[in-house]
T-cell receptor, first 111, second 117 residues
């Protein structure tokens, strides 16, 4: 299968600070992108999505930025909380519901 | 949101035996489901696309005879790991896309932890 890298970088932030998680995607033809949160032993949980005709989308405490020129996505989490500690994956749709996941970033929130 | 249920959530089997994992869409129909495999501290790797009423489409490097997929109805896909070996131990996750929906997120199950001893 496809994947953007196989390593799992780690981001450690202080509770209350903002977190920024970055991701590079692989297919320039992808037109729909999603950020997922995964807690240990569980399936991915939808956080926020963005379509290729947008460059920014905001949710509750989260913002996704899309830069199609360099095939880059970022997830910003405002006022990070201990419950935000998890692994975060960006994902792209390459056709229909076929979802290809990026490498993932582990977020640690220090109290 | 829509619910996808996997069963079992955990399974331990002996080497050489086969084990079946079920993926059900509980409140929607899905013509397409997907199976992923995830090793510890790694990303989800797409194994195959399960198509209702037709053969599954496998990703490069995935053995179709090893990982049998059946999608006999619009709400159920099964993954059978045949002649399991310890290296098949992994976290298996399925997802399903609602029938008739266009370019929205697929819904994921909670995963099945397979341990082969």
């Amino acid at each position: 299968g496809e994947s953007v890298g196989l390593h799992l970088p780690t981001l450690s932030v202080q509770e209350g600070d903002n977190s920024i998680i970055n991701c590079a995607y692989s297919n320039s033809a992808s037109d729909y992108f999603i950020w997922y949160k995964q807690e240990s032993g569980k399936g991915p949980q939808f956080i926020i999505d963005i379509r290729s005709n947008m460059d920014k989308r905001q949710g509750q405490r989260v913002t996704v930025l899309l830069n199609k020129t360099v095939k880059h996505l970022s997830l910003q989490i405002a006022a990070t909380q201990p419950g935000d500690s998890a692994v975060y994956f960006c994902a792209e749709h390459t056709g229909g519901f076929k979802t290809i996941f990026g490498a993932g970033t582990r977020l640690f929130v220090k109290a | 949101g829509a619910v996808v249920s996997q069963h079992p959530s955990r399974v331990i089997c002996k080497s050489g035996t086969s084990v079946k994992i079920e993926c059900r869409s509980l409140d929607f129909q899905a013509t397409t489901m997907f199976w992923y495999r995830q090793f510890p501290k790694k990303s989800l790797m797409l194994m195959a696309t399960s198509n209702e009423g037709s053969k599954a489409t496998y990703e490069q490097g995935v053995e179709k005879d090893k990982f049998l997929i059946n999608h006999a109805s619009l709400t159920l896909s099964t993954l059978t790991v045949t002649s399991a070996h310890p290296e098949d131990s992994s976290f298996y996750i399925c997802s399903a896309g609602p029938r008739g929906a266009m370019n929205t997120e697929a819904f994921f199950g909670q995963g099945t932890r397979l341990t082969v001893v």
